[in-house]
């Protein structure tokens, strides 16, 4: 039971990584959108930044969109997977089977 408790406590924890990671990506995502709305808007008012076309930039964005939509479906399942492996752990948590100082213990090696 320890060692389930303890695996499921690793889990957290990659986990975790995973979303920490996934949610800087939509952030980098998002910026390089943001970016791409100020090109495109530069763009109609007459200013060609870098010699880019705006065909260019509207596919960069729409790629842009595609993979913030694929991240942030992503982030969501990582989300619903920490939230299973709690619901389990703290299942696995009554006061018969397991104690908060055990439980210390699992979190110190799992870390």
Partial sequence: MITQCSRL???IQK???K???LKRSLAEFTEANNSRDKEIKE??????PKN???ID???DKKNGEEKITTLMTKIKMVE???KEKRDELKNLRNPKSITEGELGVLRT???
Avoid at 43 to 48: A, C, L, N, R, V
């Fill in 15 to 17: 986990n975790e990584e």
């Fill in 43 to 48: 763009h109609e008012s007459g200013f060609t």
């Fill in 109 to 111: 090696i799992a870390t």
């Fill in 80 to 82: 619903g997977n920490i």
């Fill in 52 to 54: 880019i076309s705006i």
């Fill in 9 to 11: 406590v690793k889990d």
């Fill in 19 to 21: 979303l920490s990671n």
């Fill in 57 to 59: 930039i509207i596919k």
